[in-house]
């Protein structure tokens, strides 16, 4: 039988409708326009995979409970021997048929997992944003730890459950953002209203809760910002080793509130810090995924998380690339020493990592692995400057480092300096700067206006509320013109925005240039926010701006139409 669970009907439907009208996809691809709905990214993005991209499936055969619309199971169909899904509904499973039309290596039921009679065991069981519904729809006494154990008798002896699910400590909540199920203010750190309700867990509660269900042996590991939107998992033992590299792993952009307006009232990576320093790190992350098994050093656990038993301890991804990257982070074995490698996702040959359009040439370089940097990153002073007002202004000397590392001549650099931008930056002791991750070249030489340009744009979009008050002028354009200033170089505002539009069209999955251009103009010209400017709540003119905007978002093309006019 069918259970009650639905994102509203109209946007399943569109989700279908995008699926069904796609030529088949991998889970790398995205597949909808942006801006879209909350609900299309979260069962449609390729952020998504990015969750289970760590663990070795090859040769596996796994269950996944709570399929949803196929996010995971995509990924799972991709890499495991066979995939066995469940879903509780039938409106979503028809987007997994749909999903899943490529692949032969599968099956599926529709209904309850509590009614349905499995009669196989498995090697993986995949539990991704379902357990925090057990006391929904499972009439026990103990109905989180009942779900567990169902999943546990769906094992293989030596089998391992793969759980995925927020934290209700996780320090986004603390900072503002909203709990991601209920609507009342910090309903998870209140510790939800009474039963029945919806229920996430700390992560003491959540191994507890696994051992009542007879998982003996747990691995944990942490999505950031979350399991949903994976930008980087990294495990416990470098949150033990090297809480400086969680630090800059985890804190490249701000944490998002899903389906509210709240946002963080203070500068995340400033409370990340001081969470992180204090050792709290796993305390606080955002959302666990845990591997547990009931066995001690169960087989399937050190076939899944061979990579991490042969020292690798951190993965980040670039997932809205032309390009996908994965960059992990491992142990050496010989000196304890953390070694970086970042190779492509998708095996794209050499020709095909030279990159042509708009007029433009850039090629991505494959770096050999190199020592992690443990200095402190320049984008953490720089936030750490504008939130007390301290007067520093480390941008303008990181670009004039920069100009003198880098001159090809009085306008130009050379085209190697295309990524020095400052998120790809650390400054030493001594107030020197060094640079982190070079990976792509532009095959001519740089305009210097340019540069300045891409610097500040970095400053912007989702990135705005981070950076806010880094830079003093009004506007990113009012900024630009004054560094043009600065360093004496005749202004091209018009053309480097051009040339930005024209490169994010060619590295990224947006293909549309003038989309991209106004964009970018409108992010240069928009008001800049400043610490100051954030009250402890949303006035109700902002709470209607933002209900507003998300209506419109369901429809993307009047949305960039109307954005394009009256940028805000
Ligand atoms: C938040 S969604 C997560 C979907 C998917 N795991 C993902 O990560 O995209 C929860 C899903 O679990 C399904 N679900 C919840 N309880 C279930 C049950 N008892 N039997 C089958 N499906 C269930 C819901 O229908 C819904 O699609």
Known sequence: ????????????????????????????????????????????????????????????????LGAGMGALSHFLAEECSHLTVVEGTRSRYAVIEERLRQFRNWEGHVGSFFELALRKKYDVVCLAGVLEYAELFIETPTPFASLLE?????????????????????????????????????????????????????????LELLREAGFTDTQFYYPFPDYKIVRCVLSSELARLAPDLCLGLTTGSESRSYGSAARPLIPEVLAQ?????????????????VLASARPEADVMGHLARRAAQGELAWSYSSNRKLPTETSFAKDSRDGSLKVSKQLISDASARERNLMGHGLSVKWKQQPPHPAERHTLLRVEMV????????????????????????????????EALDTIFTNAFIREDDSFGLLDEEWELLSPLPKSWHLLRNLIALSGPNRRVYAGVVEEVSLKAAYLKLCRKFSLPPQYEADLRREAAL?????????????????????????????????????????????????????????????????
Request: net charge positive.
């Open 150 to 206: 169902k999943a546990r008798l769906c094992l293989k002896e030596e089998g391992v459950l793969i759980l995925a699910i927020e934290n209700k400590l996780g320090l986004k909540y603390w900072l503002g953002c909203q709990e991601d199920h209920l609507p009342q203010p910090y309903a998870g750190i209140c510790d939800y209203p009474p039963k029945p309700s919806l229920r996430t867990f700390s992560r003491n509660e959540l």
């Open 384 to 415: 750490k400057d504008a939130y007390f007002k301290t007067g520093r202004s480390l941008l303008p000397e990181f670009l004039g480092w920069v100009f003198g590392r880098f001159e090809a001549d009085a306008a130009h650099l050379r085209g």
């Open 1 to 64: 039988m069918e259970i009650q669970y639905s994102d509203g009907r109209r946007v399943e439907q569109r989700i279908y409708e995008l699926v069904r009208n796609s030529p088949p996809f991998s889970s790398r691809d995205q597949i909808y326009p942006s801006p879209c709905e909350w609900a299309v990214e979260y069962h449609l993005s390729p952020w998504r995979a990015n969750l289970l991209r760590p663990f070795d499936f090859g040769g596996l055969e796994v269950l996944e």
């Open 504 to 568: 994010q069209s060619l590295v990224t999955l947006t293909d549309d240039c003038e989309a991209t251009y106004f964009s970018l103009k409108r992010n240069m010209e928009v008001k800049i926010e400043r610490w100051s400017d954030r009250g402890p709540h949303l006035s109700l003119r902002e709470r209607g701006t933002f209900r507003a905007r998300e209506r419109l978002k369901r429809y993307p093309r009047l949305f960039r139409l109307i954005k394009k006019l009256r940028p805000t």
């Open 273 to 289: 810090r001081s969470v992180t320093r204090a050792g709290l790190f796993e305390e606080f992350s955002n959302s666990f995924l």
